[in-house]
């Protein structure tokens, strides 16, 4: 059974910096592109940033030069380091675990980020 486990979620107030851990279980992870979306209230879920097997990222624009994924595949852990916050970044945010080749796709059931004074 697949299993991936975000945490790190709470309360910041804007201007301020949140780290968000996705935990995997039940897959070989070092082989899986990890993604991490999120989804505020009232709007569709939106993709944040990815980082391949190869450790290769890609962040979206809006939250360019203020975040940053990484992984360490020793602890099949995904990483999602988030400064400048501020309220707009205030939603609940997914884990994702994707191989294409073989139409695997796993979620989280996500960690919510609230950004407020």
């Known amino acids: 059974q697949v299993w991936l486990v975000e945490s790190g979620g709470g309360f910041v107030q804007p201007g301020g910096s949140m780290s968000l851990s996705c935990a995997a279980s039940?897959?070989?992870?070092?082989?899986?592109?990890m993604t991490w979306l999120r989804q505020a209230p009232g709007k569709q879920r939106e993709w944040v940033a990815s980082i391949t097997r190869g450790s290769s990222t890609n962040v979206t624009d809006f939250v360019k030069g203020r975040f940053t994924i990484s992984r360490e595949d020793a602890k099949n852990t995904v990483y999602l380091q988030m400064n400048s916050l501020n309220p707009e970044d205030t939603a609940v945010y997914y884990c994702?675990?994707?191989?294409?080749?073989?139409?695997?796709?796993?979620w989280g059931q996500g960690t919510q980020v609230t950004v407020s004074s």
């Open positions: 994702q675990a994707s191989r294409t080749s073989i139409g695997a796709n796993y």
């Open positions: 039940g897959i070989s992870f070092n082989i899986y592109t």
